[in-house]
């Protein structure tokens, strides 16, 4: 059985860093574009980066460009996503979700995204 399975995040204050991981089991990791999403209340869900085996680096949406980093073990299976310099407006729920996909990563932004797994979720929040 697939799944994802996010852990890392809690409460900090803006300006603060925060480290998110999401571990991957019951698929073959490297045949997939595995991307970090969030969601705060009352939004759309956001795409907000995504990494794959078949590009070099991850691609990042605007809003988090220069201050979030994804990286990826694929012995391991994990994705992590540094979080740092951050807003109240990063306050959210962040997932993980992974797509099969040879091509690459797919675009990031505000939409609806037929991935073929998702976590949980993880809530972070960003206090002023």
């Known amino acids: 059985e697939a799944r994802l399975v996010e852990s890392g995040g809690g409460l900090v204050q803006a300006g603060g860093s925060l480290r998110l991981s999401c571990a991957a089991s019951?698929?073959?990791?490297?045949?997939?574009?595995i991307g970090w999403f969030r969601q705060a209340p009352g939004k759309e869900r956001e795409g907000i980066s995504c990494i794959s085996s078949s590009e070099d680096g991850a691609h990042y949406a605007d809003s988090v460009k220069g201050r979030f980093t994804m990286s990826s073990n694929n012995v391991e299976s994990t994705v992590y996503l540094q979080m740092n310099s951050l807003k109240p407006e990063d306050t959210a729920v962040y997932y993980c979700?992974?797509?099969?996909?040879?091509?690459?990563?797919?675009?990031?932004?505000?939409?609806?995204?037929?991935?073929?797994?998702w976590g949980k979720g993880t809530q972070v929040t960003v206090s002023s």
């Open positions: 019951g698929f073959t990791f490297d045949d997939y574009a």
């Open positions: 979700a992974a797509v099969k996909s040879y091509y690459g990563c797919f675009e990031l932004g505000p939409g609806a995204y037929d991935m073929d797994y």
